[in-house]
């Protein structure tokens, strides 16, 4: 008798454990053949032969249906200063790249506008990168 009691208990708690799991997750669409790149760093050299190389090839190549690179930080502050990487972000555009970048840091460094004018999509980003860490995405940081 206790045994069974106990089996049944272990089999709720189970299908309860695997409803929640399914129930909070349910509203994320799985994305694996979407590539995330956070570009971070202002050292031009990283963003031009790493993370811009390697972002520009996954979407050329066809690596990944879906890329979208987001600007935060001192990527922002680099990117309304420096007319190549001005060029190099709009050649990703044209080829199909998704460019977002971080509302707070923008604002934070009073460039928000000027990003807006690059044609860089600025916005709050915390929700957008916590669901494409949670959708399955691939996320890459520089």
Aim: net charge positive; aromatic share 10%; with cysteine.
């Amino acid at each position: 008798m206790k045994t069974k009691f106990i089996l049944s208990l272990i089999t709720a708690l189970f299908f309860f454990n695997a409803s929640q799991s399914s129930a909070q997750t349910e509203n994320i669409e799985v994305t694996p053949d979407k590539l995330v790149v956070l570009w971070t760093s202002d050292d031009p050299y990283v963003a031009e032969k790493v993370a811009f190389m390697y972002t520009h090839a996954a979407k050329r190549a066809g690596w990944f249906s879906e890329v979208t690179l987001i600007v935060w930080g001192p990527s922002q502050k680099l990117t309304v200063e420096n007319l190549k990487i001005q060029k190099k972000l709009k050649a990703m555009q044209d080829d199909g790249i998704v460019i977002q970048a971080c509302i707070s840091c923008a604002n934070s460094y009073g460039i928000a506008e000027e990003l807006k004018k690059l044609g860089i999509e600025v916005k709050g980003m915390g929700k957008p990168l916590t669901h494409y860490l949670k959708s399955g995405a691939k996320v890459l940081t520089f």
